[in-house]
């Protein structure tokens, strides 16, 4: 029996009697797939998960669900489950993200955003340490190590010799010593928007939270607003960081007494997870097959490059970047 047949064998037997229709919900990153069955009788939908249980675990999933939702944020209700096969019946959250609707009416977006820094509020608030695993130092540098390995080795066919890699090692401990020098909170590891769904006022859907790790408190901020598929004007960002930090101030979050200082963080957390995320899309392409991530690279590439601009301590990483995209390093500036 193949997953699908299975996976509608078993939400038969979850809801008898009552007749229903599967299509695609979402599409993902990992090996799990979102299908909607509405049903029949009353037009009503639910979201099935199915996560081949050789790949992936739905119990992170079942856990931070718990975790977030006595935070008092909008997350799916857990309304069944079956963990040898690996799936899960959900409340629907609804089909609208956070991108789709910014993307059909921009002025939605401040309203929106408001929103999301008002439930991210909410979770880091609740964080207590030992609930979910820490993302430590051994985490975020395996991460950052997907740009070596996948982007510069796989994708551009490059080999670093000992001094560009001494370049990369230099720029990794400096984003390592800032990243766990930052207050701990829970992290969401994907709060953007994709995973972000229309929903009443002040209460978005937030989905895809099964890799939430306890880490430094800006990585869910500048996953938010250093978004790899929609991009602002770094003067809309800063006013949004403002407003986040105003209100982490508020509800008595650890952040930096220091506006200046936050950003920083900010800025050096957005790093560490772009690099990470470029090879993370160039490994998408080659290892599974899902090509459609490598049209998302430019914008990711002109965050890191960005950044790295901005900060003396990041120009040589800034010339190996160039270097590595084949772009005429400006004056001043050589390899």
Not at 180 to 187: G, R, T
Not at 316 to 329: D, G, M, S, Y
Request: aromatic content about 12%; hydrophobic content about 45%.
């Amino acid at each position: 029996m193949d997953r699908t047949a299975a996976l509608t064998h078993w939400l038969e037997k979850q809801l008898p009697g009552r007749a229903f229709i599967l299509a695609p919900a979402s599409s993902d990153a990992s090996f799990r797939r979102y299908l909607r069955a509405r049903f029949a009788d009353d037009g009503s939908t639910r979201i099935v998960m199915d996560a081949p249980p050789e790949h992936e675990d739905c119990k992170p999933f079942i856990r931070v669900a718990g975790l977030f939702g006595a935070a008092g944020v909008h997350v799916p209700e857990v309304l069944a489950q079956d963990l040898e096969q690996g799936f899960l019946l959900l409340s629907d959250l609804g089909d609208t993200t956070y991108l789709a609707a910014i993307q059909q009416d921009l002025k939605r977006a401040d309203a929106l955003y408001r929103d999301a820094f008002g439930a991210l509020v909410r979770i880091q608030a609740a964080s207590r340490p030992g609930e979910l695993p820490p993302y430590d130092r051994a985490l975020l540098l395996r991460e950052m190590q997907l740009l070596p390995d996948w982007y510069i080795a796989r994708h551009k066919q490059l080999t670093l010799d000992e001094k560009r890699r001494a370049v990369l090692d230099a720029a990794f401990e400096t984003l390592l010593e800032n990243n766990l020098a930052q207050p701990q909170v829970y992290v969401h590891r994907d709060y953007h928007s994709r995973n972000l769904m229309v929903g009443a006022p002040g209460e978005p859907g937030i989905l895809d939270f099964q890799d939430a790790v306890y880490g430094p408190i800006t990585y869910d901020l500048a996953s938010l607003l250093k978004d790899a598929y929609i991009e602002w004007e770094e003067e809309q960002v800063l006013d949004w960081c403002i407003r986040y930090w105003e209100a982490a101030r508020k509800a008595a979050l650890p952040v930096q007494a220091e506006f200046g200082d936050f950003y920083r963080d900010f800025e050096w957390m957005g790093l560490q997870r772009h690099l990470k995320v470029l090879g993370i899309f160039a490994r998408l392409n080659y290892r599974d097959g899902k090509a459609n991530y490598l049209n998302d690279i430019p914008l990711v590439m002109r965050y890191a490059r960005r950044t790295c601009a901005r900060y003396a301590v990041f120009f040589p990483l800034l010339r190996l970047l160039e270097a590595v995209e084949n772009i005429e390093t400006k004056a001043g500036y050589t390899f």
